[in-house]
């Protein structure tokens, strides 16, 4: 396999905790999931979708 990234799941969850839980459950223990990277942001950079161009 060639690339990066195949796709980007954003969740929300209330806590770390939950988070783990929710990560193990659905890419852990699923045997159809060779590999996954988590990236965690700490702050909201951008809330929309338009790209503003001054």
């Known amino acids: 396999m ?5 796709f980007v799941l954003i969740i ?10 929710l990560i193990r459950r ?3 223990e699923n045997p159809k999931v060779k590999a996954y990277r988590s990236l965690v942001a ?3 950079v951008k809330t929309g979708t338009a790209i503003v161009i001054p």
């Open 2 to 6: 060639t690339g990066g990234i195949s």
């Open 42 to 44: 700490l702050d909201r």
């Open 26 to 28: 659905m890419l852990a």
């Open 12 to 21: 929300v969850t209330a806590d770390m905790r939950a988070y783990a839980g």
